[in-house]
């Protein structure tokens, strides 16, 4: 089966500690991407790569950080610096065009205290 | 820049009710793409449809239509005699080369059917 894998679903960190979300894909996608969703809220962009050993910052890339060693794997990392992390983060990829849906992965919902 | 506006946050209806889910939509390209993704309780967003600015042909599948007209930006997307299987939260995303292929996605619309 293709698709995208996140893990783990649920995780718990102390504060000032970095935690890093897997997601891996299986589709030969180039492009993939990191949302952070919060309550009630719609998705924003963190980060997103369109080919391997390249990425670039969304619309909240602050605080965050990733990389593109592979073409099935699209790591995150929030670090400490982020002054907010409790939320859910769903990572997706596509085709390499504006033309083409994203697949979502069933996503992280990360805790803070 | 582009946006994308789903002005309804949330909305309820009774099984077997017809409901409109709006979509507003804003950008200068001439050449862009819509999209509709279903978000069920369990979060993963599934795709529901694409449409290129050049194809104003409405859709049906099934129970579910959608209306893209380009006069007033709008791409809305109507579920026929709903069912409880249908709450979820719905997304609206706009699509652009301008934009490096990135989605700009709605605030989203929760809907509950209630049996």
């Known amino acids: 089966d293709g698709g995208i894998t996140q893990s783990p679903k649920y995780l718990f960190r102390k504060e000032g500690q970095n935690v890093t979300l897997s997601c891996e894909q299986n589709?030969?996608?180039?492009?993939m991407y990191w949302y952070r969703q919060d309550p009630g809220q719609g998705l924003r962009l963190i980060y997103y790569?369109?080919?391997?050993?390249?990425?670039q910052k969304g619309d909240i890339a602050e605080g965050y950080s990733v990389s593109r060693e592979k073409k099935e794997s699209f790591p995150l990392t929030v670090t400490s610096a982020q002054k907010n992390p409790t939320a859910f983060y769903l990572c997706?990829?596509?085709?390499?065009?504006?033309?083409?849906?994203?697949?979502f992965g069933p996503g992280t919902r990360l805790t803070v205290t | 820049a582009q946006k994308v506006t789903q002005a309804q946050t949330e909305i309820s209806v009774v099984e077997k009710e017809d409901v409109t889910l709006d979509c507003v939509y804003e950008?200068?390209?001439?050449?862009?793409?819509l999209f509709w993704y279903k978000q069920p309780p369990s979060g993963e967003l599934v795709f529901l449809i694409r449409?290129?600015?050049?194809?104003?042909q409405n859709e049906i599948s099934g129970r579910y239509s959608w209306n893209f007209q380009k006069s007033t930006s709008s791409f809305n997307f109507t579920i026929t005699a709903s069912q409880v299987v249908d709450s979820a939260v719905y997304f609206c995303?706009?699509?652009?080369?301008?934009?490096?292929?990135?989605?700009?996605f709605g605030d989203g619309t929760t809907l509950t059917v209630k049996p």
């Open positions: 995303a706009l699509s652009a080369n301008t934009n490096a292929g990135k989605s700009t």
């Open positions: 589709l030969n996608h180039d492009a």
């Open positions: 449409r290129n600015s050049f194809d104003e």
């Open positions: 997706a990829s596509s085709r390499l065009a504006e033309a083409y849906e994203q697949y």
């Open positions: 950008t200068r390209d001439t050449t862009y793409y």
């Open positions: 790569s369109q080919i391997v050993n390249d990425f």
